[in-house]
DNA sequence: GCCAACGTTGGC
DNA sequence: GCCAACGTTGGC
């Protein structure tokens, strides 16, 4: 069981809004590296959510994969914002879809929410995507990485 | 609202 | 395939 983060704009899908609508599509990744992450995504991998681009972004709560990477159906909508013709060309191509979503189902939130300020303090996460990659909005999380932050949250992290 | 850190686009 | 211009993300 891998853990992976994510990250959303509460003002627009918070932690609560995941806890009303659980289970929901994990949609609008349109970031390659972001995207290749979704596809290894496991059935039962915990996700941690960060609230972003908010008042204090923070590792909020946890939800689980319940279903792997569909197709985006945003992607497919004209009327979208995060429409791209190229998703109906592979689609009708028969090709793999371009932009993936996988379904999240809402698991609780975290004892302690973890402002990333005070992870980016913290030398174990030095070298994590978290610190190291500015902008990206999935990532997967090493097992010590993982264990710091359960250790921080005072939360298991386990389903 | 600023701006650094990216990713994407498109002319050549 | 290079790279300048442009757009976006997201912490601050």
Known sequence: MRHWLVKTEPDAFSLDDL???SPALWDGVRNYQARNFLREMQLGDVVLIQHSSCKVPAVVGLAVVSE???????????????FDPRQVADIDAGKPPRWI????????????????ARLKARPE????????RARL????????????????ADDTLLP
Do not use: F
Request: hydrophobic content about 40%; proline content about 12%; charged content about 25%.
């Open 125 to 132: 996460l030095a070298d994590s995507h978290l610190v190291r």
């Open 101 to 116: 979503a996988p379904r999240l189902s809402y698991l609780r939130p975290l004892r302690t929410t973890l402002p990333i």
């Open 19 to 21: 806890r009303r609508e």
């Open 137 to 152: 909005s999935v990532m997967p999380l090493s097992e010590s990485e993982a264990a710091c932050i359960a250790s921080l």
């Open 68 to 82: 792997l990477a569909l197709p985006d159906p945003t992607a497919s909508d004209p009327e979208h914002k995060g």
